[in-house]
C-alpha cells in the first residue's frame, strides 16, 4: 500500500494503545459468545473490559502523543473540513485518529462504558443470574437495565461494523493502511510530529488503578 515517499518512520501508537485494542477486540467477542451460557466467564470477560476501557480513558488523559484524547478530538469546523475531502483518493497522513475518525473512538468508549455499567447491575428473567450489583437494585430495575444491555450491544455491534468499514475504506479506496500501525506501531508519515511518550510511572499507576477498580466491581465492593 502506497506510503508517503521521504518520508519519517515514527512510532505512533505506543504498547499500552495496541494491548488494550487487540485485548478489546477478542474478549468483546468471547464476551458475546459467553453471553448465552457461559455467564461466569461472560462476567469474567467484562471485568477484563471495564479494566481495559478505564486504564484507555486514563491513558487518554495521561499518556503521551497519539493517545492522548487532546491530539485527536477536534471541534465541529475541523471535522466538517475534514469530512468534506474525505472521497480524495490521496494517502492519509494524520498522525493518529483524524477527526471522523476521533467521533468514533469516543463513541465506542461511550457505549462500552454503558455496557459494562449495566452489567454490573443486570438480573435475567428468573433473577437466578446476574451482575455482582444487582442485589443493590430492584428485580425490575435490573431487568430494564438488562434491556438497555442488551440494546447497548446492538449498538457496539453496529458501530464494530462501522469501524471496520471505515478502515477497509482507507486500505482500498485510499490506499492506506491503518492496521499494520495499529498491530507493529510504526507508521511512515511525511513529518515528524514530534510525538512524546509519558513516564513508565504514569503507565503503572494507571495499570494498577485501573485493575484495582475491575476487582473491586468483581467482588461486588464487598470486601
Ligand atoms: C470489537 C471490535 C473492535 C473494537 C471495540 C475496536 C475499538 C477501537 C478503538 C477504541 C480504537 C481507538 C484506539 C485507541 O486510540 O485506543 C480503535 C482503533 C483502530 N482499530 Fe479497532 N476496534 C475493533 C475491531 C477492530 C478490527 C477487527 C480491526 C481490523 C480490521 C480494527 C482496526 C483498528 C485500527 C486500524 C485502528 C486505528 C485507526 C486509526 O488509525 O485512526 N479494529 N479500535
Ligand atoms: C463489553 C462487555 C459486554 C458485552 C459485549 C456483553 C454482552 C451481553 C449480551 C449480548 C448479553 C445477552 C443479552 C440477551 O440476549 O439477553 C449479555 C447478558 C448478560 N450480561 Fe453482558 N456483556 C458485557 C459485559 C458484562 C458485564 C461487565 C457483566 C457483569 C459483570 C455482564 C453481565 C451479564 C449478565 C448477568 C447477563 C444475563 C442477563 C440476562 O439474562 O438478561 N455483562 N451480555
Known amino acids: 500500500m502506497a506510503e508517503p515517499a521521504g518520508g519519517v518512520r515514527i512510532k505512533l501508537w505506543d504498547g499500552p494503545v495496541r494491548i488494550v485494542h487487540w485485548l478489546l477486540v477478542i474478549l468483546i467477542a468471547f464476551s458475546w459468545w459467553s453471553s448465552e451460557d457461559h455467564l461466569n466467564w461472560h462476567r469474567w470477560s467484562g471485568y477484563a473490559i ?48 483524524n477527526p471522523l475518525g476521533a ?62 468499514g471505515a478502515v477497509l475504506f482507507y486500505a482500498i479506496w485510499k490506499r492506506t493502511n491503518l492496521i499494520g500501525p495499529m498491530i507493529t506501531g510504526q507508521r511512515t508519515l511525511p513529518t515528524d510530529p514530534g ?18 477498580i475491575a476487582w473491586a466491581l468483581s467482588k461486588g465492593l464487598r470486601f
Do not use: M, N
Not at 61 to 74: L, N
Not at 195 to 207: N, S
Open 50 to 97: 471495564i479494566g481495559l476501557v478505564l486504564f484507555r480513558i486514563y491513558w487518554g488523559f495521561a499518556g503521551g502523543g497519539a493517545a492522548r484524547f487532546a491530539s485527536f478530538v477536534k471541534g465541529p469546523r475541523a471535522i466538517a473540513a475534514y469530512a468534506a475531502k474525505i472521497g480524495r483518493r490521496d494517502v492519509a497522513t494524520t498522525p493518529g485518529h
Open 103 to 164: 467521533i468514533s473512538v469516543l463513541a465506542l468508549l461511550a457505549v462500552l462504558l454503558v455496557q459494562v455499567g449495566t452489567g454490573l447491575f443486570v438480573v435475567d428473567i428468573d433473577a437466578f443470574e446476574g451482575g455482582p450489583l444487582s442485589d443493590r437494585v430492584s428485580y425490575d430495575t435490573g431487568r430494564a437495565l438488562a434491556q438497555i444491555h442488551e440494546l447497548s450491544f446492538r449498538a457496539l455491534q453496529a458501530l464494530v461494523v462501522l469501524h471496520v
Open 195 to 212: 510525538f512524546k511518550g509519558a513516564p513508565l510511572w504514569r503507565l503503572a499507576a494507571g495499570v494498577v488503578l485501573a485493575a484495582a
